[in-house]
């Protein structure tokens, strides 16, 4: 048996944090993570089966009792999780009347779950009723892809035909494309339920003017997820600084081709 802090679940969290917000993806307390963890993989450690506290959560999370998260804190900078993780971040189990959690490791100093935490919810609850692997859930705000949403049509297939022609890898890293929500108030079960609806058919969702909410089966696998969405969106911001004219392309049979080799069924809608 060992602390929970020694986990990797604890270190990973430490490590992504502290990457995402090297990649300015995180400025202040902006963004934040959950990632849901079965019981069986708890019982190695030493400090996480007594209640610390009961926090209500402000929505209904019948449908995930008993779960297990382990959350970022509301208000807390990313740039700090590595040097304070008890402090600002908490496993957290979903409570018998679905309304509330018990903390049961961590936020030492009467921290809470983000302010997001509907929408993380709300997704972990589809995710799990579609027996998904996914089990992470990351929220942040990436600059390149927020500037997009000030300059182009907010369509989820114009985004992403311009996203996928800017490299090669994104067709492969997300072939169902990216999709979009209206602007919306954060922190709001209303966006929550508008983004976990879209997560059922993309992995990644822009938030127009404000950031990307995206699922994967691991931080790791999440962060890439962001990581290549992003980097599409540096290279357009790029070429537009360069003048915007492109005199050559990635086009549709390249697209096409890459898909076939990689074997990922690019979104028929889109391609
Ligand atoms: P929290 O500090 O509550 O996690 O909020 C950060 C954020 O990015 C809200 O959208
Ligand atoms: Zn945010």
New binding site residues.
């Given amino acids: 048996m060992k602390p929970f802090l020694e986990s990797d679940f604890v270190n990973q969290m430490k490590d992504i944090t502290s990457q995402a917000y090297n990649h300015n993806w995180?400025e202040r307390?902006?963004?934040?993570i959950s990632l849901r963890i079965d019981s069986k993989d708890l019982s190695n450690y030493s400090d996480v089966s007594t209640i610390i506290r009961n926090i209500k959560i402000g929505f209904d999370a019948r449908e995930v009792i008993g779960q297990y998260y382990l959350v970022?804190?509301?208000?807390?900078y990313f740039r700090n999780i590595s040097s304070f993780p008890e402090r600002d971040l908490g496993l957290v189990q979903i409570a018998k009347d679905g309304k509330s959690v018990d903390l049961l490791w961590g936020f030492t100093d009467g921290g809470q779950?983000?302010?997001?935490?509907p929408a993380h919810l709300m997704t972990h609850c589809k995710l799990q009723k579609n027996n998904s692997d996914k089990r992470c859930v990351m929220?942040?705000?990436p600059t390149n892809l927020i500037a997009m949403s000030f300059t182009l049509p907010l369509q989820e297939k114009k985004f992403s035909q311009i996203l996928w022609r800017m490299q090669a890898e994104s067709i492969v890293v997300f072939p169902e494309g990216v999709g979009i929500i209206p602007y919306m108030t954060?922190?709001t079960n209303e966006i929550g339920r508008a983004t976990a609806d879209k997560l059922t058919r993309y992995k990644i969702v822009l938030?127009p003017h404000?950031?990307a909410f995206a699922v994967g089966s691991d931080l790791d696998e999440t962060f890439g997820l962001i990581e290549t969405v992003e980097k599409a969106a540096s290279i357009y911001s790029i070429i537009k600084m360069h003048g915007g004219r492109m005199i050559n392309s990635i086009n549709d049979n390249n697209l096409i081709e890459l898909s076939k080799r990689f074997s990922v069924q690019p979104n028929k809608e889109f391609l």
């Fill in positions: 995180d307390n902006g963004g934040n970022t804190g509301t208000g807390k779950p983000t302010s997001e935490f929220h942040c705000h954060p922190g938030w404000h950031g």
